[in-house]
């Protein structure tokens, strides 16, 4: 059972940094790739960043390019998300996903925004930015 617990999530003001984090349980060769999506209330949950774990390649999401940053950590099994120059608009609640090896298709096999590849959700982390 793939468990995915966010850290890290608070209120920071505009301009500043933040840093999320996501626990992934098992091992890592369980994992094809840990996804970053948000969400606010009324709107579409929107794909922000991914890693995948075979060559820690990466895709962003256009409204995170160049501020936004994902690592991961293999000793730990732990993905993070660094969040600089944050904006009021990137207030929401932040989501990671696991797509899993087993599940990877030829269609999924690169990281990408799109949910629907994701199969294992954590809990959420509130991220707030205001002043």
């Known amino acids: 059972q793939v468990q995915l617990v966010e850290s890290g999530g608070g209120l920071v003001q505009p301009g500043g940094s933040l840093r999320v984090s996501c626990a992934a349980s098992?091992?890592?060769?369980?994992?094809?790739?840990i996804g970053w999506f948000r969400q606010v209330p009324g709107k579409e949950r929107e794909g922000v960043a991914c890693i995948k774990y075979s060559d820690d390649s990466t895709w962003y999401g256009n409204s995170v390019k160049g501020r936004f940053a994902v690592s991961r950590d293999n000793a730990k099994n732990t993905v993070y998300l660094q969040m600089n120059s944050l904006k009021p608009e990137d207030t929401a609640v932040y989501y990671c996903?696991?797509?899993?090896?087993?599940?990877?298709?030829?269609?999924?096999?690169?990281?990408?925004?799109?949910?629907?590849?994701?199969?294992?959700w954590g809990q959420g982390t509130q991220v707030t930015v205001s002043s």
């Open positions: 996903a696991a797509k899993l090896a087993r599940y990877v298709t030829l269609k999924s096999y690169y990281c990408s925004g799109y949910a629907g590849d994701f199969g294992s």
């Open positions: 098992g091992f890592t060769s369980d994992y094809h790739a």
